[in-house]
């Protein structure tokens, strides 16, 4: 006899548990010529992160995995670590340090630098701690971060690399500009949401002396002096320097040859014809900013246009705007609309819903700017990336994102991968004074477009100019885009640009496992980065899985209030009750709706699991179960429920283990659950009570207890390792933890489909019976008679074979197999081909029963009429919220189903 707890407390024992693992060592791996390898790179959380359900959700998977393939006998490596974030902690910082009254210009770039790291030494592991607190078996002997020393080189190589190559290069381009942090942003960072803004009617004139003459209405000749240009940015009006319409726009024909005047700063505009024109967009003339606007900049470009920069790292206007110099760019939209209303140039203003870009970090809308910039350029890299997807060497689960994969990298535009921010690898590019400023290409912040001479890039700072030999260096001041780290972690985690022997064994990794927001920041550019700095791909599968919102389908947000904080559900219900739950209710790829009560389903697993064991262990024979189970049975002759149990667990075994291979980590969870709580506890261990002191009976139970839970180990690693460490050691389950056992062997001779479709045709009948019994009423002590009405066959003999467990299991005084017609007042159910009477004669009092089920009938339909009417009122239907409405014709279906089933019995009465 071994004793369990009365009740499972996962705060007794989950620390306690975890601390051993990290002990012993059990998360950690190294090169094994004698073990297939196994590997997984973590998507490095912020170091400015806490633990969000996301993450929950995407390092349980993580877990699950490793936690899965190291039973299977893989050399495991789950790599660890965390990312420096360049602008959100270079902002954490910021905002610590105006808590004191200082700005990280008035202390300089090494001092804020120094503070940062400081920074991380005390917060940056925080999130660390709380994936310790999921489960996760990461080899934190290992862990990285994308600003140590290795990375640090790794990202320096890679840059010097691809400058030598032809594909980084500094250019003068549109780019999205973050005016609060006062950097560039890539276009996968300036997030596009709707706006609601207003479309302003502003008229441009047309010069003096180039008016075309026009009779109006009333014969009287009148003078057409303006052009209305339609804008949603009429600040940027400042550097307006053309006005574009399309050739095929007969509205404008007359304008070819004339000059327009921009209102208020007098600045004359030429008039350019170009297809680019949207001629449906406002009144189908455009404004030209070549300095401010992606489509006026591509214009400028191809007509030889002024470029015209109107603002200010900060979205001020600068000395471009003349009198509006100073103002912020919204300040000085209404200023600017002021003045134009005060000039008759001012026609109307409508309202506009557009996509606007936003700071991924800080949400300010961005600021489309002509800044130098350094780029990479990715069609070169993006080819060899797409070929690997098209020909399966990586597959992405569920596939459909194979094609938003593609059809982005066949659109890839070039990365813009310099920042205007100090925290971060600083770009190693070095000027020489001397040189640079002989070659005439200074422009302010660094080289020119095509200005290379005074240009030294180096991993190392030179200490001198290789041309001149002056030691007036330089560094660019600008900083790497954080991702120009991330998108190296599948191999500088593992040593490159060494040839480690990390590298060499886990180099490509097996599984990625992210979500869809990242495809394009990192999973693309990490496949990108493997192929041309290791000439293979980083991984062989790409598992996207879907965001966590709540229960209305709303994402979750610290501003909508609706977050579920996970550290909170694992301090209320236990850390398998979140990770279980969280799994079960996840669709291989669709989003997660989530509640707290969703916990519940977890937590009352883990008890079932808790006392279904404690009940066993509390019954168990060691002497008895120390035995191999596979020669046990072949010299056993055992029952049909036996060899159903033993047919259920290996089926459900095999069909966990393709689940997991194939990433549906839900149809694993939920089959689990299936069979541990509705066939294993439900049905088996209640029909072993009446034999569980016979040897075979204790095996049984003991095997099935001990394999499940090297089977639910994955999904719930501490409940099961408590468990566990309470059997009695068998001769195959030898070791100290159950997270180094052998995944379970399916024994494919175990799997009887025709025990288990038997076995299926009991339990049906037995269920049958117990309903009969729940609906006439009629107490369990009360021992009743059933007969089952069958034809002669296979399954005559089955019911006769085991007309004992159906008796013990139903309650019954007696059960008859044959060939039977109905009696009076029974009750019936069917099953398959079989139909089973319960004889009601002496059970219930007829009449009285009529009455009640009568006066039954008449309240359910009163009822019903009720909520008919109210649920036809479409007045009732606007007014009320959704959960009321639905509630309602729930409750309405839950209605009709009760009145059928009273009207039957009714039926079934005869008096």
């Not at 003459?213 to 052009?227: C, F, L, Y």
């Not at 393709?658 to 969870?669: G, H, M, T, V």
């Not at 468990?723 to 933890?737: C, H, N, T």
Request: one cysteine or more.
């Amino acid at each position: 006899m071994i004793e369990l707890a009365k009740t499972y407390d996962p705060h007794q024992v989950e620390d306690a548990i975890y601390k051993v693992w990290e002990e012993k060592g059990y998360f950690h791996a190294e090169p094994n010529p004698l073990k297939k390898p196994y590997s997984i790179v973590i998507p490095p959380p912020n170091i400015t992160g806490i633990l969000h359900m996301g993450h929950a959700l995407n390092n349980t998977i993580q877990d699950i995995l490793i936690r899965f393939k190291r039973m299977q006998g893989f050399e495991t490596e789950w790599m660890p670590g965390t990312d420096h974030a360049g602008i959100a902690t270079q902002n954490v910082v910021e905002r610590k340090l105006a808590k004191d009254g200082i700005k990280r210009q008035e202390i300089g770039r090494d001092k804020f630098v120094e503070e940062v790291w400081k920074w991380r030494e005390e917060y940056g592991s925080t999130i660390i701690r709380q994936l310790k607190k999921l489960g996760c078996s990461c080899d934190w002997q290992r862990i990285r971060f994308t600003m140590d020393e290795g990375l640090s080189d790794a990202v320096l190589e890679v840059f010097v690399r691809l400058y030598k190559k032809g594909l980084i290069y500094r250019g003068n381009y549109i780019i999205n500009w973050c005016p609060r942090c006062q950097t560039a942003l890539s276009d996968e960072e300036s997030q596009h949401k709707d706006v609601d803004g207003m479309l302003y009617y502003i008229k441009y004139p047309i010069k003096a002396g180039e008016r075309k003459k026009a009779k109006g209405s009333a014969g009287k000749t009148t003078e057409e002096d303006h052009v209305v240009i339609a804008t949603t940015r009429p600040e940027t009006m400042l550097g307006d320097v053309a006005v574009a319409v399309n050739p095929k726009d007969k509205r404008y024909k007359g304008l070819k040859g004339k000059s327009l005047i921009l209102p208020i700063l007098n600045r004359e505009l030429r008039v350019i014809f170009d297809s680019l024109v949207d001629m449906k967009f406002g009144t189908g003339a455009l404004k030209v900013t070549p300095a401010h606007d992606p489509v006026d900049f591509e214009l400028g470009l191809k007509y030889g246009l002024e470029q015209i920069n109107v603002m200010n790292d900060d979205a001020t206007i600068n000395a471009r705007g003349e009198d509006y110099e100073g103002m912020d760019r919204f300040e000085a939209r209404e200023a600017i609309l002021e003045d134009l209303k005060e000039r008759g140039l001012f026609i109307k203003a409508e309202p506009h819903r557009h996509a606007v870009g936003h700071c991924y970090r800080c949400h300010t809308m961005v600021e489309p700017r002509l800044c130098p910039q350094w780029f990479v350029k990715m069609k070169p890299l993006a080819k060899p990336a797409i070929d690997v997807v098209r020909k399966g060497r990586i597959k992405f689960y569920p596939a459909r994102w194979t094609k938003v994969y593609l059809d982005w990298m066949e659109n890839i535009r070039d990365w813009c991968i310099s920042r205007q921010i100090w925290w971060g690898h600083r770009i190693p590019v070095y000027y020489c004074k001397k040189c640079y400023k002989n070659s005439g290409a200074l422009d302010g912040r660094g080289p020119a477009i095509n200005g290379k001479e005074g240009i030294i890039v180096s991993k190392t700072r030179p200490q001198t100019c290789p041309t001149c030999g002056s030691a007036e260096i330089e560094q660019d001041p600008d900083v790497l885009d954080t991702w120009f780290s991330s998108w190296l972690w599948p191999f500088s985690t593992f040593g490159w640009p060494k040839e480690t022997p990390e590298l060499k064994y886990f180099y490509p990794t097996d599984s990625l496992v992210t979500a869809q927001e990242i495809i394009f920041f990192w999973v693309a550019r990490m496949i990108m980065a493997g192929l041309e700095f290791r000439g293979d791909i980083p991984f062989k599968s790409v598992y996207i899985h879907g965001t966590v919102r709540d229960i209305t389908g709303t994402k979750m947000s610290k501003s909508l209030g609706n977050i579920i904080d996970p550290l909170e559900m694992i301090s209320k219900y236990g850390t398998d009750a979140l990770r279980f739950s969280i799994i079960s209710i996840t669709a291989q790829g669709q989003d997660v709706f989530l509640s707290e009560s969703k916990f519940e389903l977890g937590r009352n697993f883990a008890n079932k699991i808790w006392n279904a064991s404690r009940f066993i262990l509390a019954n168990l024979k060691p002497e008895d179960v120390g035995v191999d189970l596979c020669a046990f049975f072949k010299k056993t002759e055992l029952t049909l429920p036996e060899r159903w149990i033993l047919s259920r667990f290996y089926s459900t075994l095999a069909y966990v283990g393709r689940c997991l291979d194939e990433f549906k980590f839900n149809e694993a969870a939920n089959s689990i659950y299936e069979f541990v709580w509705h066939e294993f506890c439900d049905w088996y261990i209640e029909i072993a009570k009446s034999t569980i002191s016979e040897k075979t009976s204790q095996i049984i139970l003991y095997k099935v207890l001990e394999k499940t839970l090297h089977m639910l180990h994955p999904f719930m690693p501490f409940i099961t390792e408590e468990i566990w460490q309470k059997l009695p050691r068998s001769v195959d389950a030898a070791g100290e933890s159950i997270m180094v056992q052998p995944w379970p062997h399916v024994q494919k001779e175990m799997i009887s489909r025709e025990a288990e479709r038997q076995m299926t045709l009991l339990t049906h009948i037995v269920t049958a019976v117990r309903n009969m019994r729940a609906f006439w009423s009629i107490e369990p002590k009360v021992r009743i008679e059933a007969m089952v009405n069958v034809q002669e066959g296979p399954d005559e003999k089955i019911l006769r074979d085991n007309s004992g467990f159906i008796k013990q299991m139903a309650r019954l005084a007696d059960f008859k197999v044959g060939r039977y017609a109905k009696p009076r007042n029974a009750a019936v159910a069917v099953v398959g081909s079989a139909e089973i009477y319960m004889p009601l004669e002496g059970l219930i009092d007829f009449q009285k029963e009529r009455a009640r089920l009568e006066k039954e009938v008449l309240r359910l339909e009163n009822e019903m009429k009720g909520l008919t009417s109210r649920l036809a009122d479409k007045s009732f239907l606007s007014k009320a919220p959704e959960d009321v409405v639905r509630k309602q014709r729930e409750r309405k279906d839950e209605l009709q189903m009760q009145l059928e089933k009273v009207r039957e019995n009714l039926k079934e009465i005869c008096v």
